[in-house]
DNA sequence: CTCTTTTTTTCGAGCCTCAAAAAAATCCTG
DNA sequence: CAGGATTTTTTTGAGGCTCGAAAAAAAGAG
């Protein structure tokens, strides 16, 4: 049962307001906070005088540009870079890759490693995480002792709790509590996200005119995946990362997918399936790793003759569009953004993948469904790890006078209950 | 952008949270409602003899039963049931019923009516459910004066804003606010709900052991229905009632819908489907009215001997199951509760569902789903709607001072604002 | 240099929650 | 049957929080 409201929670949950503001807005002046949260005045000014003298937030004298306004100029509020520092950890097929960034959302410093990720054991690999991080906390050029939280992104099922990878496409083991180890190891603490779900905080970052309460991020890649917002909220499963599109049901009994079973959506629209069909390989053809190049030279012929190539994106299309148009019978058209390497054959899978979706209860709106496309799903994926760490830190300093782990800066008084 | 919380929206809300507690317990006392909200006994105390100087709550003293431990005896809290009354309003298929229950949840008047739902023009319509409405509102045997709130319940697909039926299959006629039409008719706040989320409410109120946080209510009748509850949320589309699990695609270009197009799940187990597929009248047949007693004696000849009828049972099963899937694939397995006629005929439907399930991803565990029965989907819609307008009125007694539309016993004398 | 305008801070008032103590209501023990 | 023992409920005082109003601050306009 839900739990009542505390009085020092106010506090709390106001501060986190004022933070997040400052975090969205970038330089908004007090007055402007006060009218977007709707607190008053002096609740603002207590708060973030409050703030200010903990390092959390820091002045910025100049509003910049057109002060041309009369009166009292304002001032800006900005996230202090120096108050706490988060780590982000991507781990996908051969490559990981680690950034260190600053309060503010600054990469500050980074490294990036090939690893063969489907071949290491799982003390290789949860080593080659735990060197790397440890690495760049150690590294005697940067201040990186106000690591507050480590973010790690993967691909593949993680669970609704942020602790572990249960499954990935990019290595055979299954259960590695990623999260847990590396809390252990370094004492910062660590949660463990999905790819996709990431992609999909990056997006509403980016674009939050575009990608506001409601909308999908589906990973076109060698596996298929998404990431949903609903109503402002990233959409989870109950007990895993959920969101597991490439796996609906397009045809029941169908193509083999990667999972073992069939007629998922993957075994039609994933990498290794546009693949097998475009080579005419047959729809139980073991499914293979695809490199990138050679995915663009597929999707370069499809363009060029109207020949199996160009059939195996339609198919693709199909499914997805099939795909979206069942889910969108569960929860109403959104906008749509098209990551990783087939985003950048969209022009082909689009027509049939319209096509499909008309036949479907969420066609109706079909044409008024938009499309964004984005080839590289790297960035977006440490983007949204940064922020979904940065958040965790805001919403953690908010305990008042009891910061996580920051700077020196701020008052390092009172201790962790 | 999320607003701030003021300082009177705390009492506010621990007001509603101690509500929501006797509402929940039945009759709990002081120091139970502070374990279970985490409130003060101080605080506690000092909303509840508000809420008892209100009107709203009211003290039993026999704590009933066993009363043997010491110490000073437990006073339990109770919802008064004069505090305010709310109307259900649920309409069907040619069947219009209409419920006034007291703020404990009883039922203290009710009248049904039948007519013809779909040759009935707009106005006459609106017109029955105006009329029965008054006719309940005036009724002098009973001091119904202080309905606070009407819950309409409909088969199809509302609006996320609860204020009109979008689309139902009970009439050809669409988008009718209801909830707005009644408002402003009666002067009191009425909403407009879907049956399925209806069902999935009464569910988790009746047996809230087994439907908590995670669950899935679908109606077998003769369009297919779904209910779902995540994470102790209703789950609804962002623009309508959303989970039209009975349109997802199950074959694409396959068996006729109800709903013009083709392949849904519906088109497959839905009433008519089954009957046309039992009658062998083939996969595009115009979906016809089937009659709850005619889909009984289908059932009773599909267990009797192993013909087309049982083979229909079969193909619906399967369509499910494979609809159970994607929708696994996508918020992670949950109980699921089947509603309505053909729930009645699950034995038939059990067999292929499963083996349907467990072809998908949401089918690792297939065996651990379980499957619950209920043939009479009315009796939940009232009792949903019935827990929904309540709920409501709960909302609205918390605004201190200011009660909706209360009897006489509470104060009225604050103005609403 | 003074007036106007706008932002920010200060201050007192009013609530709210909490912890501790007091009061109330019953059972238990000798 | 009186005096603990025990548990629930109420009372009380303290400390915090937000708010509105007023004051202070910081410019531009004239």
């Not at 009542?4 to 501060?15: A, C, E, M, Q, T």
């Not at 002045?59 to 800006?76: D, F, I, M, W």
């Not at 847990?180 to 509403?204: Q, S, Y």
């Not at 940064?386 to 008052?411: K, S």
Request: hydrophobic share 40%; glycine share 8%.
């Amino acid at each position: 049962m839900s739990v009542g409201i505390r009085h020092d929670d106010l506090r709390r949950r106001n501060r986190a307001m004022v933070i997040s503001a400052v975090r969205r807005a970038g330089q908004p002046s007090r007055t402007e906070i006060a009218a977007t949260t709707g607190l008053s005045h002096s609740t603002i000014s207590a708060i973030s005088s409050d703030l200010i003298a903990e390092g959390i937030l820091a002045q910025s004298k100049a509003s910049e540009a057109g002060s041309l306004k009369r009166g009292r100029p304002q001032v800006g509020l900005t996230l202090n870079p120096e108050a706490a520092a988060v780590m982000t950890v991507v781990l996908s097929l051969n490559f990981l890759s680690v950034a260190v960034i600053d309060y503010a959302g600054h990469v500050v410093a980074e490294e990036q490693r090939r690893l063969t990720t489907l071949t290491l054991s799982r003390d290789e690999l949860v080593g080659e995480c735990v060197s790397i991080v440890r690495r760049r906390l150690e590294d005697p050029d940067l201040d990186v002792r106000s690591v507050a939280r480590i973010a790690l992104g993967i691909q593949g099922i993680t669970d609704s709790h942020a602790r572990a990878m249960l499954w990935s496409p990019i290595t055979p083991l299954t259960d590695i509590p990623f999260a847990d180890i590396l809390e252990r190891e370094f004492g910062i603490p660590a949660t463990m996200e999905n790819d996709c779900n990431m992609m999909a905080v990056a997006l509403r970052w980016r674009d939050p005119e575009r990608y506001r309460d409601d909308f999908i991020a589906i990973l076109l890649s060698h596996g298929i995946g998404m990431g949903l917002v609903l109503k402002g909220e990233l959409f989870t499963g109950t007990h895993s990362s959920g969101g597991e599109f490439g796996h609906m049901i397009h045809r029941p009994g169908g193509a083999l997918c990667r999972c073992g079973r069939r007629g998922c959506v993957e075994a039609y629209a994933g990498n290794y399936a546009i693949w097998r069909n475009a080579m005419q390989l047959g729809e139980d053809a073991e499914p293979t790793d695809v490199g990138d190049a050679e995915m663009r030279a597929l999707a370069a012929r499809a363009r060029e003759t109207d020949g199996p190539e160009r059939e195996a994106y339609r198919k693709a299309g199909e499914a997805l569009g099939y795909g979206l148009g069942s889910l969108f019978a569960l929860i109403d058209p959104a906008p749509v953004a098209m990551v990783g390497v087939s985003a950048a054959a969209f022009d082909l899978i689009e027509p049939s993948l319209r096509e499909a979706i008309a036949q479907t209860a969420g066609g109706q709106h079909s044409k008024s469904i938009s499309f964004d496309t984005e080839p590289n799903e790297l960035p977006l994926i440490r983007e949204g790890c940064a922020m979904r760490a940065l958040t965790f830190v805001d919403q953690e300093i908010f305990a008042p006078g009891a910061p996580v782990r920051t700077t020196a800066t701020a008052m390092a008084s009172h201790e962790l209950a």
